[in-house]
């Protein structure tokens, strides 16, 4: 069975600083690429930033490019979101995912080719 826990949500004031993990069990990250999504309520999900099954390339929506940086640990099965400058309309719940390596990078921003989802982790900016 495959899990997606995410951890390191909470209230920050804007400028602050974050750091959200996911780790996986009845998966291997290194096997799949990885993306972090948001979803403010009445909103629909948006992708935020993603990393290839390699770690070799990585995708940042325009909104997080320059304050979000995502990352994967191998040796943990595990990958980060580490946000910097958090501005209020960061405020959502983040979720991780996992999609199959085989599918087209050109689609990876897109939340319906993953097929694994955290339970999502609540980050909230105040300004």
């Known amino acids: 069975q495959v899990q997606l826990v995410e951890s390191g949500g909470g209230s920050v004031r804007a400028g602050g600083s974050l750091r959200l993990s996911c780790v996986a069990s009845?998966?291997?990250?290194?096997?799949?690429?990885r993306g972090w999504f948001r979803q403010a309520p009445g909103n629909v999900r948006e992708f935020v930033a993603a990393?290839?099954?390699?770690?070799?390339?990585?995708y940042y929506a325009d909104s997080v490019r320059g304050r979000f940086a995502i990352s994967g640990d191998n040796a943990k099965n595990t990958v980060v979101l580490q946000m910097n400058s958090l501005k209020y309309e960061d405020t959502a719940v983040y979720y991780c995912?996992?999609?199959?390596?085989?599918?087209?990078?050109?689609?990876?921003?897109?939340?319906?080719?993953?097929?694994?989802w955290g339970q999502g982790t609540q980050v909230t900016v105040s300004s």
């Open positions: 009845g998966l291997t990250f290194t096997r799949s690429h």
């Open positions: 995912a996992a999609a199959p390596p085989t599918i087209n990078r050109a689609t990876i921003t897109d939340p319906r080719q993953y097929d694994y």
């Open positions: 990393i290839s099954w390699s770690g070799a390339n990585t």
